[in-house]
């Protein structure tokens, strides 16, 4: 259940933030607000000209070099012009980030179907979580066949393993869909945020020692934007990795019965493996492209408040979760 609030929470974000991004933030319903919040900060940045050309004025008084007067004045006049405009710009390279981001999310966007057994009905969805699904295979554990074994059904004992690691492997990849949600969700609001400050930030780099907050706007502006598209790109190359490996490891011999359902990881160890180390390295795979993404989202102070802690508590539990049960398990055995 876990996993799959996970899977569809990680859906809904992708749509949201990503795929409709550009009609989220248009002219209506949350755009309107974004543009009425800018234009608010735009005119009191407006006013703030004012104070600023007085500053330079009386400064000019006392400086015996006019030519830095001629320079302040220039800068002045470019910036108020850059902020009329500043939304603009900042929705331009938003939206360019997330046209790369679309193309990865259209190339790794599968199809996955769920069949009722019961009913035999089945029922299909569509987007990166159904690729895992395809991948990793998580949903065969709940399988009709593990009522085909009268060794699993015949020793309670086994059967409670399957139910612990099955339950282990699940939250590890539903922790790793909540981690990624959590951090689209930070990079939306921040670049909201990012968007309605603009007018502000423009201005600071015209007032005397406030430099440093406009490179601090413009680099959490593009490290925000291009977070997406880097996770995306690790993403695309997780996919095709994990979708070659299993006929890599069974030309190797690992698995020369190679099952597509992982409760048979229990009825049939030796035919499963090469599914066992599918799901291990895919998974790994998976926390190194958040790795690699995050380092770049985090140089927000924003974002690392926001997903960091978030996050770092949930890779942790995954990690207890773990140790409790796969390493309990492993250790046991040897």
């Known amino acids: 259940f876990i996993l799959i609030l996970s899977g569809l929470l990680f859906d809904w974000v992708m749509k949201i933030t990503i795929v409709e991004m550009a009609k989220n933030i248009g002219s209506t319903g949350l755009g309107e607000s974004i543009t ?19 500053y330079a004025a009386f400064k000019a008084m ?55 057994d019961n009913t035999n009905s089945e029922t299909s969805f569509k987007g990166i ?29 086994k059967l409670f393993v399957v139910t612990i690691l099955s339950s282990a492997f699940m939250v590890i990849a539903a922790v790793i869909l909540l981690i990624v949600s959590i951090m689209f969700i930070a990079r939306f609001i921040i670049l909201i945020f990012l ?27 593009i490290d925000q934007s291009f ?25 190797a011999g690992i698995s020369p019965q190679t099952s597509t359902s992982m409760v048979e990881v229990f009825i049939n160890p030796s035919g499963t493996m090469a599914l066992l ?23 927000t102070a924003g974002f690392q408040a926001i997903a960091g802690g978030i996050g770092s508590a949930a890779i942790g539990g995954a990690g207890w979760i773990g140790r409790k049960s796969v390493g309990a398990i492993l250790s046991e055995k040897t």
């Open 277 to 299: 180390l599918n799901y291990f390295l895919i998974i790994g795979f998976s926390i190194a492209a958040l790795i690699f993404s995050k380092q770049m989202a985090t140089k």
């Open 36 to 54: 009425g919040a800018w234009a608010t900060l735009r005119d009191i940045a407006n006013m703030g000209f004012i104070f600023v050309l007085l």
């Open 129 to 157: 979580s159904a690729g895992y699904m395809n991948m990793l295979h998580l949903q065969t554990f709940y399988s009709a066949k593990i009522f085909d074994d009268p060794v699993l059904l015949g020793e309670p004992s």
């Open 62 to 116: 006392f400086d015996t070099n006019f030519g830095n007067f001629g320079k302040t004045v220039k800068d002045i006049i470019i910036v108020a012009l850059l902020i009329n405009f500043s939304l603009f710009f900042s929705k331009v390279i938003i939206d360019a980030s997330n046209i790369v981001s679309v193309g990865f999310y259209n190339s790794i966007s599968s199809t996955a179907t769920l069949s009722n």
């Open 227 to 251: 977070f997406a598209p880097l996770f995306f790109a690790l993403t695309w190359v997780v996919f095709q990795l994990g979708n070659s490996l299993i006929p890599v490891l069974q030309e």
């Open 195 to 221: 968007m309605i400050l603009s007018p502000l930030a423009l201005i600071a780099y015209v007032i005397p020692g406030q430099k440093d907050q406009y490179k601090k706007w413009k680099t959490a502006l």
